[in-house]
């Protein structure tokens, strides 16, 4: 009798143990054994939403438009910020001192003489060429207004034509102008227009812009 109470109280103590051992050591799912059933389902990856890849399309094909976008305004640039040669460096020069050279012709044209100070710068001029300082150099005309003189010069030659320059530069009252430009012309002829601006005018300035 007392061996049968000992079986059954110790079987209970056993039962009590294992509930205890339980509750505090709960099952994890991936310690329970996968059943033939679960091995034979096949994972199944999350679908993405449609509106997400939809999205996800437009944002690319915005941002390859950008950059189809940022190369052009690249290749834009570049091109606005190249070097120019030589040949259009001068031809850009001739262009504007020829339209200071029109606007020169055109102001003389309109004005009117300022008296004793024409008189004198013409009278000087002439007196100039007639001392014959460039061989091949003939005084065809000279007029002074309020603002300057201009000078019309025939030549022999080239030579003497690309000479003179120098040879007014050094002779008064070329030497203490404003400013001389020249204008050379070759027809018939070589000739030179002279254009002597008077200390203090205003000398026009070009209008052509530089690209």
């Known amino acids: 009798m007392k061996r049968a109470l000992y079986a059954g109280g110790f079987t209970a103590i056993v039962v009590v143990a294992l509930v205890v051992f339980a509750r505090r050591h709960p099952a994890r799912a991936d310690d329970v054994p996968a059943t033939h059933a679960d091995r034979q389902q096949p994972e199944r990856e999350p679908e993405r939403p449609r509106a997400l890849e939809a999205e996800v399309t437009q944002l690319r094909g915005e941002l390859g438009a950008l950059r189809l976008a940022v190369a052009a305004t690249a290749a ?76 019309d010069v025939e030549h022999a030659d080239t030579t003497s034509q690309r000479g003179l320059a120098f040879a007014m530069g050094m002779e008064e009252p070329f030497l203490s102008a404003g400013a001389v430009y020249y204008r050379y012309a070759d027809v018939p002829q070589p000739s030179t227009t002279v254009y002597l601006i008077r200390q203090g005018a205003t000398i026009p300035k070009p209008t052509t812009v530089s690209n």
């Not at 309109?110 to 100070?117: Q, V």
Request: glycine share 6%; charged share 35%; hydrophobic share 35%.
């Open 76 to 151: 834009e640039g570049s091109a606005a910020h190249k070097p120019k040669t030589a040949a259009e460096i001068a031809a850009e020069d001739e262009r504007k001192m020829a339209e200071v050279q029109d606007a020169l012709a055109s102001r003389m044209a309109r004005e009117s003489k300022d008296g004793a100070w024409s008189e004198k710068m013409e009278g000087d001029i002439t007196r100039l060429f007639d001392r014959k300082p460039l061989p091949g150099a003939t005084l065809r005309s000279v007029t002074c207004k309020t603002s300057g003189c201009q000078v």
